[in-house]
């Protein structure tokens, strides 16, 4: 069964600082996806990144980026040069489509504060 | 503007006293589903659908009914609420299934006493 891990519950780090979120994941598959989204305090949901099985370069966008290792099955996030608008809650997020398996599982979130 | 509506945004219900919370996108997307977000236990999927008449029980369906008559709605029913249901719910809607974004709603808050 698919299965995502968010080990860290909160972070908070002083702005300008980088920091790094986890997330590991559990499948049987060989291909699946991998998403992240931010909820920041206002409550929506933004998607920030997907990944797919079959991709493995990381990827920069901004002060984001993202490390993809099947070999630990973990796909990371790293902000660099914190800013107090990425204080957010952060999930990472696990979907095996194929034989029709229309799932996404999510991660139980990880609450990020920056402190200005 | 492309978006997902929710309605209601906020509810305060009592137990057993039927509800429906409607989720409309106008984006023509085919896959739409519902998720409940608990604190401790992240975002898990109620039900979801890959096209009109066409829906499928997600992690924790218990409790919950849904419908596909259209393509644009998809509204999740609670036949006989409990205290156990109250939760913030969030539909999405996505052009490529669980393989591609999902767009949410903004959320509907739910108490039930």
């Known amino acids: 069964a698919q299965k995502v891990t968010q080990a860290q519950t909160e972070i908070s780090v002083v702005e300008k600082e980088d920091v790094t979120l986890d997330c590991v994941y559990e499948t049987r598959d060989t291909t699946y996806y991998l998403f992240w989204y931010k909820q920041p305090p206002s409550g929506e949901l933004v998607f920030l990144i997907r990944r797919n099985s079959f991709d493995e370069q990381n990827e920069i966008s901004g002060r984001y980026s993202w490390n993809f290792q099947k070999s630990t099955s973990s796909f990371n996030f790293t902000i660099t040069a914190s800013q107090v608008v990425d204080s957010a809650v952060y999930f990472c997020a696990l979907s095996e489509p194929l034989f029709g398996n229309e799932k996404l599982t999510f991660g139980t979130g990880t609450r990020l504060t920056i402190i200005p | 503007e492309a978006q997902v509506t929710q309605n209601p945004r906020y509810l305060i219900t009592v137990t057993g006293k039927k509800l429906t919370v409607t989720c409309s996108q106008n984006?023509?997307?085919?896959?739409m589903s519902w998720y409940r977000q608990d604190p401790g236990l992240g975002l898990r999927q109620i039900y979801y659908?890959?096209?009109?008449?066409?829906?499928d029980k997600g992690d924790v369906p218990e409790g919950y009914k849904v419908s596909r008559k259209e393509k644009r709605n998809f509204p999740l029913i609670l036949e006989s609420p409990s205290p156990n249901q109250t939760s913030l719910y969030f539909c999405?809607?996505?052009?490529?299934?669980?393989?591609?974004?999902?767009?949410f709603g903004e959320g509907s808050r739910l108490t039930v006493l």
């Open positions: 659908s890959m096209n009109v008449e066409v829906t």
């Open positions: 984006m023509n997307h085919e896959y």
């Open positions: 999405a809607s996505s052009p490529y299934g669980v393989t591609g974004e999902l767009f």
